[in-house]
Each structure stands twice: as structure tokens, then as C-alpha cells.
């Protein structure tokens, strides 16, 4: 069974060939399906009232459904002027179950950076192939990067079969977390030694976005290096 897995962080949804806070949610869409992607995990996702996707208030999961056809579920990660913010996840596939898992809060906080942050975990069955995907946003602030790794080390642990995690981690790759990550999963780009940067989409200095996986075979990686959001989207083909 082979896919193509997708992550994305769209800033909820500007477009960063425009000056200003341009809500363009359909070159979103069409970013992703220029990839013809299987899962795609999105950050950065608002989920507000507003049926008007042009606001960028909208429901913007039920946008991309609309848009990409299969099922899109959002994972509020916290409430912010006055609309549901965090994660999403698209798969033209069924998905068998699906849960949002809260990343613990630091206790002591020492700078203005934190913000509270979640796992989506999404669960497939392939024709007897199971596969599991984590998607997150981890956080900025001094140990919001250590409560996120524990989280889904600690869910991995429990999972068996096949694994994706992805997204948004906000750490380079010479981070010791990131380092303590690729001892349990296999880093999709660095296993085919390619080179990746991300962000800023504009002149992409660092990488922040990964797809790793566990118990399953990266055939393919690439990144989408065309500016929609301020960070460039990220695939890998990977084989159960």
C-alpha cells in the first residue's frame, strides 16, 4: 500500500504573495492538490462561525473538504478572538477514528510565547493495513517543545503498526529533540539525504516541518517550494 502524506502550516489561510492579512483559502486548496496527496495534516487552522471562507473566519476544515473532496477534521487547540484554532486533517481515505490529544501546559512560564498546543490522532485501515498519523504545532516557548515530544513519544509507545508524525515542530534539525525523535522514527527527507528548508517561504533559511514515520518504507520526499504561506509545504511518499 503506497501513499503520499502532506504537511502543511497555512497561517490560517494567507497568502503571502499579497501584502497584508489576504485570506485566500482556495490557492490553499490548490496547493494540495497539485501534490495529489492521500493525508495531508494542516497547522494553523481556524474554525470559526462564519460560513464566509473569504473572511478567513470560517469553518476552513469544512472549507477543504469542500474543496478537496474525502474528509477533513479540525483539532482545537485553543480559543482565540473569538474563533477555534489549531490543527486539521484531510484524507481522501476513511478515517476510522480520530482524537485530539491536549500537549500538557508549562507550569513556570519565563517569556510571552506560549500558546496552548494538541496532537490530532487520526487511525486507517487499508484493507487489513493499519496506519496511524500524529499531527501537531508545537509550541515556542521555553518547555513547550519538551511537554510536545514527551506527548507523542509517550503516544507512540502505545501505538502498533505503522506511524506517521508531522508537522509543524518549530525546532531545526540540530535540535536535540528533533534528535530524540529520529531515534524512534525515521526522518522522511533526511533518510534520502535531501536537503530541506521551509521557512520563511519567501527565502527559506531553516527547516521547522517534518514527516517522520515508523514501521513504514519512505519511497519519495519532496518540498513544494512555491509560495502560498509563510512556510512551504512538505511531502513523502512512504509504502505500508
Known amino acids: 500500500m503506497k501513499l503520499r502524506i502532506m504537511t502543511f502550516n497555512i497561517q490560517h489561510g494567507r497568502n503571502?504573495?499579497?501584502?497584508?492579512?489576504?485570506?485566500?483559502l482556495p490557492v490553499?486548496?490548490?496547493n494540495v492538490k497539485d501534490q495529489s496527496p492521500d493525508i495531508v495534516g494542516f497547522?494553523?487552522?481556524r474554525n470559526g462561525n462564519n460560513s464566509d471562507h473569504s473572511t478567513g473566519?470560517?469553518?476552513q476544515a469544512e472549507f477543504f473538504q469542500g474543496e478537496l473532496g474525502g474528509t477533513c477534521k479540525f483539532g482545537k487547540a485553543i480559543f482565540i478572538h473569538g474563533y477555534d484554532y489549531g490543527n486539521a486533517i484531510w484524507s481522501k481515505h476513511n478515517i476510522k477514528s480520530f482524537e485530539v490529544i491536549p500537549?500538557?501546559?508549562?507550569?513556570e512560564k519565563v517569556d510571552e510565547w506560549y500558546e496552548n498546543r494538541c496532537v490530532i490522532k487520526t487511525e486507517y485501515d487499508f484493507d487489513g493495513k493499519k496506519l496511524t498519523v500524529l499531527n501537531s504545532h508545537f509550541g515556542l516557548g521555553k518547555g513547550e517543545s519538551d511537554n510536545a515530544v514527551e506527548t507523542v513519544l509517550e503516544l507512540a509507545k502505545n501505538i502498533k503498526g505503522p506511524l506517521v508524525l508531522m508537522g509543524d515542530f518549530n525546532m531545526t534539525p540540530d535540535n536535540p529533540l528533533i534528535q530524540k525523535l529520529s531515534c524512534v522514527f525515521t526522518d522522511s527527507h533526511a533518510s534520502l539525504g535531501k536537503d530541506v528548508l521551509t521557512f520563511p517561504s519567501h527565502s527559506p533559511e531553516i527547516r521547522i516541518d517534518y514527516i517522520f514515520v515508523r514501521d513504514a518504507k519512505v519511497i519519495d520526499a519532496n518540498t513544494v517550494s512555491k509560495v502560498v504561506s509563510d512556510h512551504y509545504a512538505i511531502a513523502a511518499d512512504i509504502e505500508l
Do not use: T
Request: aromatic letters at 4%.
Open 28 to 30: 490553499m486548496a490548490q
Open 103 to 107: 500537549i500538557p501546559e508549562v507550569v
Open 16 to 24: 503571502h504573495n499579497f501584502k497584508g492579512d489576504v485570506i485566500d
Open 57 to 59: 473566519l470560517s469553518n
Open 43 to 45: 497547522n494553523e487552522v
